[in-house]
C-alpha cells in the first residue's frame, strides 16, 4: 500500500480524538466475555464501577447507557418536582433529561470568566416551585461547589451535579464525584474518561443508588415483578472494559492534558482580543477543552471569520455551547429568561473550541497558534 505523502501543513487536525487502549492491553478481557457469550450483565460492569468508586473516593458509582439517562435517572431518583434551575450555557442533554422528567428548566446567567453558573442569579430565580439545582463543571472547570452546597441546605434543594466534563477533576483537594445528592458523568469519546458510549452515577446516598440500579433495568426485580417504571439504561460489557482499561491511564492522560494546556495558553497569551475561561482556584481541573473568547474590536475579526480560517488551514473547531440553551429552537416556548443573560450570550457569541485531546501534539499546537496569530490585526 502506498502511504499518503501529505505533509505536516496538510494533515487535518480534529477537534478531538479519544484515548483508546491498545489492542494487546484489552485482547484478554474482550476474549472473557466473547467466551462466555455474556455480553451484557457480566463482570466488567460491575469492576468498571468499583474501581470508578475507589477513583473518585465516593460510597457508589453506578454505569449507564450515557450521561443523559445518567442525568435522567439521578433526578428521579431524588424525586425531583416543579422548576429546577440550569445554567443556560451548558449542552442541550443537561436540560433535555430534565424535560423529559416532567421537570422545567429554569436557565440562569453564567459567570463571564468561568463560564460557570453564576450563584447571584441562582438565588435570584428561586421561588416556592424550585425543588433543584443541577450545576455544570463547564470544561472540567468546577463551579464554586462549597457555595451551592451551603445554598441549596438553606432552602432545602437538591443538588445534582452535571458532572459530565469534569471525572478526574478536584475542588478543594476532594475529586468531583461525591459532592451534592448526587454527580453524573458522561464517559463519550470528547470526554477525558471514555467507554465508547456511557454515563455514571455516583452518590453517597444508599437510596439513591439502589433506586438508579433499579430504575435502570425497568424497574425489573429478580421475579419480573416491576417494582417502579424504569427505563433500559445499562451499560453494555465492551463498554466498560474500554472504561476500565482507560481509567488506569487516566492520571498520565490528565497530567498531559495540563501541559498542553499550558503550552497553547502560552503561545496566545500576548495576542491582542483572545482571553481565556479562567480556571477555579480551588481546583485541580482534568481540562476536557481548550476555549477561547474572541472580542472583535481588538483581535480584528470575529468568531466566525476566526472558524473560516482555521478550516481553511484544515484546523478543526468548534463553538461550544452556540447557541446556548435558551436560544435553542427546541425551547423556544420557554425562553423565560431569554434578555437576562447577558454573560451567557457574550460567552456564547465570541467562544471558540481550538483542537484539544490527550494525543495532541505541541507542533500541532504552534501551528494553529501560528494561524491564529497571523489572523490577528
Ligand atoms: C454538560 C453535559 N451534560 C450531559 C451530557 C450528556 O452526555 P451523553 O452524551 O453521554 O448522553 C453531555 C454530553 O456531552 C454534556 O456535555
Not at 203 to 227: A, I, M, S
Not at 322 to 350: C, K, Q, V, W
Request: proline share 4%.
Amino acid at each position: 500500500m502506498v502511504e499518503s505523502s501529505k505533509t505536516e501543513k496538510d494533515k487535518f487536525i480534529p477537534i478531538a480524538r479519544p484515548d483508546l487502549p491498545d489492542m494487546g492491553d484489552i485482547k484478554e478481557d474482550i476474549e472473557t466475555i466473547l467466551k462466555s457469550g455474556m455480553i451484557t450483565n457480566y463482570e466488567f460492569v460491575r469492576r468498571f464501577e468499583k474501581k470508578i468508586a475507589e477513583f473518585l473516593n465516593v460510597k457508589y458509582a453506578a454505569c449507564v447507557s450515557s450521561g443523559t439517562s445518567a442525568l435522567m435517572l439521578a433526578a428521579k431518583a431524588l424525586d425531583l418536582k416543579g422548576e429546577v434551575i440550569v445554567p443556560s450555557f451548558t449542552f442541550s442533554a443537561t436540560a433535555h433529561a430534565l424535560v423529559w422528567c416532567g421537570l422545567k428548566p429554569i436557565f440562569v446567567d453564567a459567570e463571564r470568566d468561568t463560564f460557570n453558573i453564576d450563584i447571584e442569579k441562582v438565588k435570584e430565580a428561586i421561588t416556592p416551585r424550585t425543588s433543584a439545582i443541577v450545576p455544570v463543571h463547564v470544561f472540567g472547570n468546577p463551579c464554586k461547589i462549597d457555595e451551592l452546597e451551603k445554598l441549596s441546605k438553606e432552602n432545602n434543594l437538591k443538588l445534582l451535579f452535571d458532572s459530565a466534563h469534569a471525572f478526574g477533576t478536584s475542588f478543594n483537594g476532594k475529586k468531583v464525584g461525591g459532592f451534592g445528592d448526587a454527580e453524573i458523568f458522561s464517559l463519550t469519546p470528547t470526554k477525558v474518561l471514555t467507554a465508547a458510549e456511557g454515563g455514571v452515577v455516583t452518590t453517597n446516598n444508599r437510596e439513591t443508588y439502589e433506586q438508579v440500579v433499579l430504575d435502570r433495568e425497568y424497574g425489573k426485580q429478580p421475579n419480573y415483578d416491576c417494582k417502579t417504571i424504569g427505563i433500559s439504561a445499562r451499560m453494555g460489557e465492551f463498554n466498560a472494559i474500554l472504561g476500565i482499561h482507560n481509567l488506569a491511564k487516566l492520571d498520565e492522560n490528565i497530567k498531559r492534558r495540563k501541559k498542553l494546556y499550558d503550552f497553547y495558553k502560552s503561545e496566545l497569551e500576548d495576542v491582542k482580543g483572545i482571553s481565556f475561561q479562567k480556571i477555579n482556584s480551588s481546583a485541580h481541573c482534568s481540562i476536557k477543552d481548550f476555549a477561547i473568547i474572541i472580542d472583535k474590536n481588538l483581535f480584528g475579526i470575529d468568531r466566525d471569520e476566526l472558524a473560516e480560517a482555521l478550516t481553511e488551514e484544515k484546523i478543526g473547531w468548534r463553538k461550544y455551547f452556540y447557541p446556548p440553551l435558551h436560544r435553542e429552537t427546541a425551547y423556544g416556548n420557554m425562553n423565560n429568561r431569554g434578555d437576562a443573560l447577558p454573560n451567557t450570550n457574550f460567552i456564547s457569541d465570541n467562544i471558540l473550541n481550538l483542537p484539544f485531546f490527550t494525543a495532541l501534539k505541541t507542533n500541532d499546537i504552534v501551528r494553529i497558534c501560528n494561524v491564529i496569530k497571523k489572523l490577528q490585526h
